[in-house]
Each structure stands twice: as structure tokens, then as C-alpha cells.
């Protein structure tokens, strides 16, 4: 019994095994086939023109503070007083209320 179990799963694993080599060879040679049907065709190149001098990199740009920036500033100290916060959280209640009170102080109508 033992060695009718041992000969069906040496029997199994030599078909696996044939299998995935036939499998290697097939995909092989489809994906042959394939490219001599359907090669690759190459990217246009772009024709080339005189050496033009380089030019510098652009340096980058630096982002300018907003103008309002004090009033943003007030905005957030009176929001942080009235909510009670010791320094700035990021829960989504919290970040509401901001909005709203930053709405009313600088008079930006709300939506």
C-alpha cells in the first residue's frame, strides 16, 4: 500500500515536471513567433540640430508668503484660544471648527 502511494506520487511529479519543461520550450518559442510578426519598432528620433550653447538651469522658484500672512497668523492664535488647543492637531473636528473660525474672522463666506 505504502509503496502504491510512493509509485502515484513519483508518477505525479514526473508529469509535473515534463509539463512545466514542455510549457518552458512553448513559451519560448511563442513569444519568438510573436517578435518575428510583431517587432518592436523603434521610437522616432527627433533630427538633430546645431549645437546650440548651453543654457543655465533656471534657479527655483522660491514660493512668496502670502499677504495676509499676519491675519492668517490671528486667525489661527483666536482659533487655537477658543478651542482650547495647546498646539496645532490634525483631527478632522478640530480642523473644521479652524476652517469655520478662520471663515468668520476674515470674512470669507462659508459654502
Given at each position: 500500500?505504502?509503496?502504491q502511494?510512493?509509485?502515484?506520487t513519483?508518477?505525479?511529479?514526473?508529469?509535473?515536471?515534463?509539463?512545466?519543461?514542455v510549457?518552458?520550450?512553448?513559451?519560448?518559442?511563442?513569444s519568438?513567433?510573436i517578435?518575428?510578426?510583431?517587432?518592436?519598432?523603434?521610437?522616432?528620433?527627433?533630427?538633430k540640430?546645431?549645437?546650440?550653447?548651453?543654457?543655465?538651469?533656471?534657479?527655483?522658484?522660491?514660493?512668496?508668503?502670502?499677504?495676509?500672512?499676519?491675519?492668517?497668523a490671528?486667525?489661527?492664535?483666536?482659533?487655537q484660544?477658543?478651542?482650547q488647543?495647546?498646539?496645532?492637531?490634525?483631527?478632522?473636528?478640530?480642523?473644521?471648527?479652524?476652517?469655520?473660525?478662520?471663515?468668520?474672522?476674515?470674512?470669507?463666506?462659508?459654502?
Amino acid at each position: 500500500m505504502i509503496t502504491q502511494g510512493l509509485i502515484i506520487t513519483a508518477v505525479g511529479m514526473i508529469g509535473v515536471f515534463l509539463f512545466l519543461i514542455v510549457l518552458v520550450y512553448v513559451t519560448d518559442y511563442s513569444s519568438k513567433i510573436i517578435a518575428k510578426h510583431f517587432p518592436d519598432k523603434p521610437a522616432p528620433t527627433p533630427a538633430k540640430k546645431a549645437a546650440a550653447p548651453a543654457k543655465p538651469a533656471p534657479a527655483p522658484a522660491v514660493p512668496k508668503p502670502a499677504a495676509n500672512m499676519d491675519k492668517i497668523a490671528a486667525v489661527i492664535a483666536i482659533a487655537q484660544r477658543e478651542l482650547q488647543l495647546p498646539t496645532p492637531t490634525v483631527s478632522g473636528d478640530k480642523v473644521a471648527a479652524v476652517i469655520a473660525i478662520a471663515q468668520r474672522e476674515m470674512g470669507i463666506p462659508v459654502k
